[in-house]
C-alpha cells in the first residue's frame, strides 16, 4: 500500500509539471524598481516568460533588508507559482537576526544560483596605500583610527570589513549609510578611509579616477578587472561572494523543482543574458538544487560564525 501511494504521488507530481506552468508566476525580489536586483528579475523573468508561454511578473518588496519578500514566499504555497529572486542578504539576515519569522535554508526550495559577484575594496585616490599589500600595512599602522563604510548595517560590504579586521587582526570603526551610493559620494568626499563596494557601483568611480580600486573579494581574479588582485593574494583565505538565485517555498514537488532548474540554466546560457552578467562583474552559475542548497548552508554558517566573533549587530 504504501509503495502504491509513492507512486500515485509521484505520478501526479510528473503530471502536474507537465501542465506546469498554465498561469502567470510571481517572482517576487526583495529590492526597489531601478536597481541591480530588480533589473534581474525582469530579465529573467521576460526570458523565463518566453520559454513557458506564460507572464513572470516581478513584485518588489523593498523592506526589511529582505525578510518580507522571505516571509511572503516561505508562506506561500509550494506550487512553483511564487518564487524568491534572493541574494546574499537572504542568509547575513539569518546569521544577524535570530528571530526571522522562517529558516533561510529548511523553509525554502533551492532551485539554481544565478550568479555570483565580489565586491571592490576601494579607497579615496587620495590615501597613501597604492596597492593591496601597501592597504594591509597602512590598516595595521592606522590601526583604530581608520573608519571604513558600507552600504548599510548588515550588509555585504559591512560583514567584508568585519571579516577583514577578524583576519588581519586590526581595528577600525564602521559607517553604514542608506546604500551604496551615498557611502561612495563621502568616499570619494575624503569622510571616511575605506569600502567593500559593490562592483557596479564602484567601478565607474574607480575608472574615472575618484576612488582607487584595492582588491577583489573573490578567490581569484576576475576577467572583468585583471589588474586587480584578489584580497586572498595578501590575506590567504579571505572570501566575500555576493550571489543570486532562484527559491521558492519548501515542499515544491521535485519535477516543477527539475522543469524551473533546467529552464532557469537555459536563461543563463543565452548570449545576451550572458553577456549582460559578464559586463556587470558577475558570473552566471546556473548549479543543481543540492549544490545551490548546500552552498546557501555553507555561507549561512560563514557569516554566524563571523558575527559570533565579531559582535555585529543589526542594530
Known amino acids: 500500500m504504501r509503495f502504491l501511494i509513492l507512486a500515485f504521488a509521484v505520478l501526479a507530481g510528473v503530471a502536474q509539471a507537465q501542465d506546469y506552468p498554465n498561469k502567470p ?3 517576487i525580489t526583495p529590492a526597489a524598481q ?11 523573468g521576460a526570458k523565463l516568460g518566453e520559454i513557458f508561454k506564460q507572464q513572470v511578473v516581478v513584485d518588489n518588496r523593498a523592506s526589511a533588508s529582505g525578510v518580507i519578500a522571505g516571509d511572503i514566499t516561505a508562506k506561500s504555497p509550494p506550487d512553483g507559482y511564487t518564487l524568491l529572486l534572493a541574494y ?12 526571522l519569522p522562517y529558516h533561510p535554508v529548511n523553509d525554502f526550495t533551492p532551485i539554481t544560483q544565478l550568479t555570483r559577484a565580489g565586491l571592490l575594496l576601494i579607497i579615496n585616490s587620495a590615501s597613501p596605500p597604492k596597492n593591496l599589500k601597501e592597504f594591509v600595512e597602512w590598516t ?10 558600507s552600504a548599510g548595517i548588515g550588509s555585504g560590504g559591512h560583514l567584508a570589513g568585519e571579516l577583514y579586521k577578524h583576519m588581519v587582526g586590526v581595528k577600525a570603526e564602521h559607517i553604514p549609510y542608506k546604500g551604496t551610493g551615498p557611502a561612495i559620494v563621502d568616499l570619494i568626499g575624503g569622510r571616511y578611509d575605506f569600502n567593500f563596494a559593490g562592483l557596479a557601483g564602484a567601478v565607474p568611480q574607480m575608472r574615472s579616477g575618484k576612488l582607487r580600486g584595492i ?14 588582485p584578489a ?12 550571489w543570486y538565485g532562484v527559491i521558492g517555498p519548501a515542499g515544491m514537488p521535485q519535477p516543477i523543482v527539475t522543469k524551473l532548474h ?29 549544490v545551490f542548497r548546500d552552498f546557501m548552508t555553507a555561507d549561512l554558517n560563514k557569516w554566524a560564525k563571523l558575527v559570533q566573533e ?3 549587530k543589526l542594530d
Open 231 to 242: 584580497m586572498a593574494e595578501a590575506v590567504p583565505g579571505y572570501e566575500v561572494v555576493g
Open 262 to 290: 533546467d529552464e532557469l540554466v537555459r536563461v543563463l546560457a543565452m548570449p545576451d543574458v550572458r553577456e549582460r552578467i559578464l559586463h556587470d562583474g558577475s558570473e552566471p552559475v546556473g548549479n543543481e538544487p543540492q
Open 34 to 44: 531601478g536597481g541591480t536586483t530588480d533589473f534581474l528579475a525582469r530579465l529573467v
Open 310 to 312: 565579531s559582535g555585529a
Open 88 to 99: 546574499h542578504q537572504h542568509t547575513i539576515n539569518a546569521a544577524l537576526n535570530p528571530n
Open 215 to 228: 582588491a577583489v573579494t573573490t578567490p581569484q581574479r576576475i576577467p572583468s578587472l585583471p589588474d586587480i
Open 25 to 27: 508566476i510571481r517572482l
Open 140 to 149: 595595521k599602522a592606522k590601526s583604530g583610527e581608520l573608519n571604513y563604510g
